[in-house]
């Protein structure tokens, strides 16, 4: 942010007698910055209630907020949006002339509040006949409150926010620390509170990393610091993610931890590809294996050769060595003709999807210039993609482009 212009954002309430009316507009303000990641941001009020639009606009300002977006909360688009807001905020502005500053339309008019609306009133008659349910979804949410001076070892999945667990959102939205891996999508990180302590310990192929006894120690530092600690790791935390090295770290410091299972990419990725890992009549039988050594990264052939007679094989972590693990399989039995197919950034909307044959496939993913992360998959299933494909078919070219430019 140092090359940034500093960007605030000021959420106007109407301002009531009624506290808890002016309360609900600060409560909404505090979940929009941290919904949207918005470290600047303040409430105001047209009327009434303290900060005004001048006081709001200013604390922005002293904060460090070069450029302010206005957002009217609720409010009339006739006489607030159009008259009121426009003149508060400009008379504000005039004490600030380095401050550039935009207000948005107003909320109240948009069609997903239309469709909210209708929601919460289906859902009042649903409550109506079906109260147990509803408060049972509540107190479920509170039991998965993180703990002061636990550590959770939570799966954030392959990507999709979508595909975040109930209980992994709950303990994010409730943690003071998360410590988090590169492979973490950042709107995952949007719903972890704007004052909790976010600590990178990302690994990534071939590049620095954060050393595994270093992740140990600020683990049981925080958790003995009394901090509700979440990390957050791509995937799942027991599938090729240490999570079992740091569960053992943490017995031995005496450490309570919960583990919280994640979608791993080895299952997601090919399913948003199109290509289910099993099929009657195609596979029945699945292995999932690393293409590279934990300890040093370098290709491991012995043990795929041992698996090379499962009917789909997936692999992580290994387009590096992607013509070695193909000439392990054909030497081992494999034809070279056997579907293959390699997928990068699985369930982002910048995926990207290659297919082949094991004779082919390290040359196609050559010329592409595809690199980590991706998913190997190999096995007839690759060809029911042609069928199923579903969901690269629904991303825009222009933004499929653009978002792979931005991952190379």
Known sequence: MNNEVQRGVLVVGHGSRRAEANEDVREATARIGARGGFRLIEPAFLEIEHPNV???????????????????????PGRHTRGDIPAKVSDAARRHPDVKYRITQPLSAHPLVIEASVERIFESIHLETDANAGRALQLSRVRFLAEPGTVYLVGAGPGDPG??????L???????????????????LGHVHE???????GKVGGGRSTPQPQINRLLIQHARA????VRLKGGDPFLFGRGGEEAEALVEAG????VVPGISSALAVPAYAGIPLTHRGLSSSVVVTTGARGADGMFEGRTLAQLATADTIVVLMGVAHLREIANELMNSGRSGKTPAAVIRW????????ITGTLDSIAVQVARAGMRAPAVIIIGEVVRLRERLNWFEQNVD????????????
């Open 255 to 258: 450490i309570p931890f919960e």
């Open 170 to 188: 709950a303990l994010l939205e409730s943690c003071d620390t998360v410590v988090y891996d590169y492979l973490v999508n950042p709107d995952v």
């Open 346 to 353: 699985g369930t982002y909307n910048g995926q990207q999807t």
């Open 54 to 76: 001048h006081e709001g606009f200013d604390r922005l300002v002293q904060r460090g907020a070069l450029d302010i977006t206005v957002h009217p909360y609720f409010l009339s």
């Open 226 to 229: 009394r901090k509700r600690v």
């Open 397 to 408: 070219a222009e933004e499929l482009a653009a978002a792979l430019a931005i991952a190379c």
């Open 195 to 201: 004052s909790a302590e976010r600590i990178y310990v």
């Open 163 to 168: 595909l975040l667990t109930v209980k992994a």
